[in-house]
């Protein structure tokens, strides 16, 4: 039987930590004000004959993108609290599934990956679908893109791929600009900084966090500015909170950590997460989390400002994130589970503020409306549900 911990939080006498909390406190309201609006009514909204891989809200809150293991891409209208079927596209160049799915930031094309040398662009305009491959020409054979963001001007795409290399690929030069050797192993999850798209996160199965600087880089000699350890196990998905300075990270270790780019990991640091992923001699993908994985202490040089225990993170790449600006202010973490449910964290504090079942299987994606208060969440089980405020059932 898999077990979870509740979440370690830090000493708040810590000097850096009562900065970091003091800082990330000032622009929210009181939390009993904010969890007054946290969703707590589940309903089904579609269900599919395969697993459902992804599912995000555009910016604008008005459209929701599905991805399924039945490679099609699907587009909901959500406008005025409606959840409607809009459109399907049958996706190209598919090898096993859709991976990852993301909208240009005008909300006119959406991006999809894939086991494939390609990333495709896809008009959601009008009646017609034009497809456009963008070939990232890699090295390696069997190839696959496992994250995708697109900067905020959405000229240019990241990507994270297999061969442990970010990918930068420029749309109006219509070519690969930028390719990194990043990572010692497959690289999970890629995000733009913040809105000048100059920084870029990475996270990895060598369960590192790598912040790289484009006006610095070079493509055959790359170094990253600075590397954020800690973590145990690989690294599943990272979210910037927008800001160039937070970002969270989810784990195979079991754990959401919460970093401040300010405080880059020392070397004991690094080699610590190294050791401790090569002692890891389990597959999450089909077994249970042993009990020497669950260990609470913190590795040697774990630079992370905070800890979040209580997820489970199992079988596939499990997303977490940032609650929206609009009607939080940020101020919780919310993120799949293996156990079917979505759990939601208060950041200060890191306690589990809420844990909303809807599914009988893996949730693997999770999105949170712009400016309602409502989550999708996307499962394995093949059905997305929409968690809402209301009574709850």
């Not at 969270?248 to 401790?276: H, T, Y």
């Not at 979505?342 to 809807?358: E, P």
Request: proline letters at 4%.
């Amino acid at each position: 039987m898999t077990r979870f911990y509740v979440c370690w939080t830090p000493n708040p006498t810590h000097t850096r930590w009562t900065r970091v909390r003091s800082e990330l406190r000032s622009c929210w309201p009181p939390p009993l004000f904010l969890r007054s609006f946290l969703p707590n009514y589940v309903s089904h909204k579609d269900t599919y004959q395969q697993k459902a891989f992804c599912g995000v809200y555009s910016e604008d809150g008005n459209m929701f993108l599905s991805a399924c293991q039945d490679q099609n891409i699907r587009l909901y209208d959500t406008t005025r609290g409606r959840f409607h079927l809009r459109r399907t596209v049958k996706a190209r160049d598919v090898g096993w599934s859709v991976l990852d799915v993301c909208f240009t930031p005008d909300a006119h094309h959406v991006l999809y990956s894939s086991w494939s040398d390609y990333i495709h662009l896809c008009s959601i305009d009008g009646d017609s679908e034009n497809h456009t491959a963008l070939d990232l020409n890699p090295d390696e054979r069997r190839f696959c893109v496992f994250s995708l963001a697109a900067s905020t001007d959405g000229n240019e795409i990241l990507g994270g791929a297999n061969d442990g290399c970010l990918y930068v690929f420029d749309l109006e030069q219509n070519k690969r600009t930028l390719k990194i050797d990043a990572h010692e192993d497959d690289v999970n999850a890629v995000a733009f900084a913040d809105s000048s798209s100059q920084l870029l996160f990475s996270g990895s199965d060598d369960a590192l966090c790598k912040v790289w600087d484009r006006r610095t880089l070079r493509e055959d000699r790359p170094q990253p500015v600075g590397q954020l350890a800690g973590h145990r196990d690989g690294i599943t998905f990272i979210h910037s909170k927008g800001d160039a300075r937070y970002l969270i990270s989810n784990s195979k270790d079991q754990s959401i950590k919460l970093w401040d780019v300010r405080k880059f990991s020392p070397k004991e640091g690094l080699a610590a997460s190294r050791l401790a992923v090569t002692q890891q001699n389990w597959d999450y993908r089909w077994q249970q989390v042993p009990q020497r994985a669950l260990k609470r202490h913190k590795l040697t040089g774990d630079t992370s400002v905070m800890t979040y225990r209580g997820h489970g993170v199992l079988h596939t790449l499990i997303r977490c994130r940032f609650s929206p600006e609009f009607s939080t202010g940020q101020r919780f973490i919310y993120s799949g589970c293996s156990t079917g449910k979505i759990i939601i964290y208060d950041v200060l504090t890191g306690g589990v503020v809420s844990r909303l079942s809807g599914h009988d299987a893996c949730v693997r994606d999770i999105s949170w409306h712009p400016y309602e208060d409502n989550i999708v969440s996307s499962s394995v089980s093949a059905v997305n549900a929409n968690c809402s405020t209301g009574v709850s059932v």
